[in-house]
């Protein structure tokens, strides 16, 4: 709120994931480099196994300095985009941890200055000058983690942070520790998927030998990780649970990514266990592609879950992902939420849904895009759904067609009772008006029922963290807003749902 908006067609949370993701993953091969590297050539100085330090050697051009370089780069790239996506966030995350940002930065310098001394320095310095360089970026690159760790955890799980606000409490926050041995894990895992290439250029009478070594530290950070994800989930307080775990969660879509990302660490324990240990011949570049798909998957799944785990919050009761703060919800109900998002409201028009959009504009669009990721329109229901329904034909598909664009909102209904109270398909052909009636009436009791969820985030006691899985969409934030801006956002949003959109809103700015 109050920030200007940047309207993107694919939606911003895609874009911050579009540069995020490469940074996260390259930055966890930076870490994991750092280690497993500095472990390598420990033990090849100690054991004098020139083979083992030329796999160290060989690794290092990748690992430590193309993705120290990287992820520095890509790193300044999220700071760019989130500070454009999710202004209020940033904000947020900056007066929190200012200290915590400047002692990252500080590392930051010390990891990628000791990745250039380290990788030019092979054979030209002493071996124990260099393994200090080694384990000095090792250290660096680690404490980097330790401390981001800290912000990430937080957003998820701001433990007595919301009752004491002390930075300490934030910090060290009930999921901390899992997500710090998870994470170490992952680093280990990666890293060791990618030495397995350079391994395989050793002399041959050393690769298995070599291979297998890598082996054991793949496993060791499968186990690690697996470990650390437990204890994360067990961090959790029910209230998360409920949107991703049990019988019935809330977000089925989240379950799904939980399922996946536990198969696919299985999956990669098990051809590490086959392809590096059992029969090291096995391991060629493309078994090796095969299991860090497989480490990255898993990597990819736990992100994703983390992420989505925090809806409806950026920061989990305290500030909603649209740069709402739980604290504000009684002042922006009265005052309107275009006077406080100023910025959106510029353009309010004498169309009421044109005051609409710039409503959903500040209030919604952090989560849904018109037409592409998160559709709002494929969100609201359309005639064309409702004779779906109706019809179904072929048989089957109006059951379908029930489940996919009706069940979100109508989560207690079955299709048969449904269809019980839809005309029949002729008749909606023949009266589509009647439809869209019932949707425009659907879609403003919808809101009614979003607006009425700030009643309860109101009463919540906001000390601890807030369960939102009583809530009618727990995922997310209450509808803020004056009575007429509810109308408007209506009148909106009913246009979308007919396919008459109103002039401009396909355009991304003003
Ligand atoms: C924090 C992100 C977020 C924000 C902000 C958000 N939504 Fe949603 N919305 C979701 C998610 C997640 C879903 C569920 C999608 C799914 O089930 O896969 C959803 C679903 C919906 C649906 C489908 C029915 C339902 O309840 O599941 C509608 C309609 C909807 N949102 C409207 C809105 C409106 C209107 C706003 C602004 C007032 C808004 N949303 C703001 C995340 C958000
Ligand atoms: C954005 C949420 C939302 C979606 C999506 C939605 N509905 Fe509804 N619908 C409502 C709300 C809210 C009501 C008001 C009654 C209530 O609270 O259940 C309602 C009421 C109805 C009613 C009137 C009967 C009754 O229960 O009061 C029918 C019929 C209906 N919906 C059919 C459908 C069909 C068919 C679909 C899928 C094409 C659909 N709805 C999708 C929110 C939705």
């Known amino acids: 709120m109050g920030y200007p908006i940047w309207d993107l067609a694919i939606g911003g949370s895609l874009l911050m994931a579009l540069v995020a993701i490469p940074h996260v993953i390259v930055s966890h091969f930076a870490i994991g480099g750092g280690l497993l590297i500095a472990l390598t050539e420990t033990l090849a100085v100690k054991r004098g196994d020139p083979e083992l330090r030329g796999l160290a050697k060989r690794s290092s051009l990748m690992l430590i300095l193309v993705s120290t370089v990287f992820g520095a780069i890509s790193g300044v790239g999220i700071w760019v985009v989130a500070g454009l996506v999710s202004p209020g966030a940033i904000s947020a995350l900056i007066h929190t941890y200012v200290w915590g940002w ?10 990628i200055v000791a990745a250039l001394v380290y990788y030019t320095t092979w054979d030209k310095i002493s071996k124990g000058a260099h393994l200090l360089v080694g384990w000095l970026y090792f250290v660096a690159a680690y404490l980097s983690l330790v401390i981001i760790n800290g912000i990430i955890t937080f957003m998820l799980t701001p433990g007595r942070w919301l009752e004491t606000g002390a930075f300490w409490d934030g910090f060290f926050n009930p999921t901390y ?3 710090l041995a998870l994470r170490t894990g992952l680093c280990l895992m990666m890293a060791a998927a990618f030495m397995v290439f350079p391994a395989m250029r050793a002399a041959a009478a050393h690769r298995v030998r070599l291979v297998r070594y890598l082996g054991w530290w793949f ?7 697996y470990a650390g994800y437990r204890w994360w989930e067990a961090a959790l307080p029910d209230s998360v649970h409920a949107l991703f775990r049990g019988a019935t969660p809330k977000l089925a879509t989240l379950a799904a990514t939980r399922h996946f ?5 299985a999956t990669a324990l098990a051809l590490a266990v086959i392809i590096l240990l059992l029969r090291p011949r096995l391991a060629r570049p493309v078994t090796a592609a095969v299991l ?12 994703r879950l983390r992420e989505g785990v925090r809806k409806p919050f950026l920061i989990h009761s305290h500030m909603f992902s649209n740069g709402l703060r739980v604290a504000e919800i009684a002042d922006v109900n009265q005052r309107g939420v275009l006077a406080a998002a100023g910025w959106a409201g510029q353009a309010a028009a004498a169309d009421p849904a044109d ?13 849904h895009t018109l037409d592409g990721y998160q559709s709002i329109r494929k969100a609201l229901p359309s005639v ?20 996919e664009q ?10 048969q009772d449904m269809k019980g109270m839809l005309p029949s398909a002729d008749e909606i052909r023949g009266d589509p008006g009647m439809i869209r009636d019932l949707n425009q009436g659907m879609i403003a009791a919808a809101v009614v029922k979003l607006r009425a969820m700030g009643e309860v985030y109101l009463a919540a006691d906001r000390t601890t963290m807030i369960d939102t899985s009583p809530l009618h969409s727990p995922y997310m934030p209450p509808l803020v807003g004056t009575e007429e801006e509810a109308e408007a956002l209506v009148a909106y949003l009913a246009s979308l749902a007919d396919g008459r959109e109103p002039r401009m809103a396909m355009k991304g700015g003003e």
């Not at 400047?102 to 590392?107: K, M, P, S």
């Not at 496993?219 to 990780?225: C, E």
């Not at 598909?397 to 029930?402: K, M, T, V």
Request: contains cysteine.
């Open 102 to 111: 400047a002692i990252e930065w500080v590392f930051f310098v010390l990891e």
């Open 177 to 179: 520790w899992p997500s």
């Open 219 to 225: 496993a060791a950070g499968a186990l690690v990780s």
């Open 261 to 265: 990302a536990l198969w696919s660490l």
């Open 292 to 303: 860090a798909v497989a480490a990255f998957a898993f990597f990819g799944g736990y992100e």
């Open 355 to 367: 005051t609409g959009r710039q409503v959903f504009r500040a209030q919604c669009a952090s989560c």
């Open 384 to 403: 064309a759904d409702a004779l779906a329904v109706a019809a179904d034909d072929p048989a089957g598909s109006g059951a379908r067609a029930y489940r």
């Open 406 to 415: 009706c069940t979100a909102c109508h989560p207690d209904v079955s299709y």
